[in-house]
């Protein structure tokens, strides 16, 4: 079984930054992402990033978050910068093995306005 350790959430405000790391139990050789779900809302795909280093990113965060990672390290990030109220939420590293979704407990973001 794969381990995920999100950390780095916390409270800021509007217009600030934060950067989130996920730390994995085990070298993953498939994309790993970056997911939020906010009271009362579905969980809801944030980024992802390939092995290689390939990006997608949604809508509502393209030009403001940017995911990569560090394989030696077994490590996913996300730098979010000019957060908005909207993007409170519990984030949640995800990653895959032999087709088995994982999932970390979750690290909060709270942007105060």
């Known amino acids: 079984q794969v381990q995920l350790v999100e950390s780095g959430g916390g409270l800021v405000q509007a217009g600030g930054s934060l950067r989130l790391s996920c730390a994995a139990s085990e070298r993953i050789f498939s994309a790993m992402g970056w997911y939020r779900q906010a009271p009362g809302k579905q969980r809801e795909l944030v980024a992802t990033?390939?092995?290689?280093?390939?990006?997608n990113y949604s809508d509502s965060v393209k030009g403001r978050f940017t995911i990569s990672r560090d394989n030696a390290k077994n490590t996913v990030y996300l730098q979010m910068n000019s957060l908005e109220p909207e993007d409170t939420a519990v984030y949640y590293c995800n990653a895959a093995k032999s087709g088995v979704p994982y999932w970390g407990q979750g690290t909060q973001v709270t942007v105060s306005s």
């Open positions: 990033i390939t092995f290689g280093g390939t990006t």
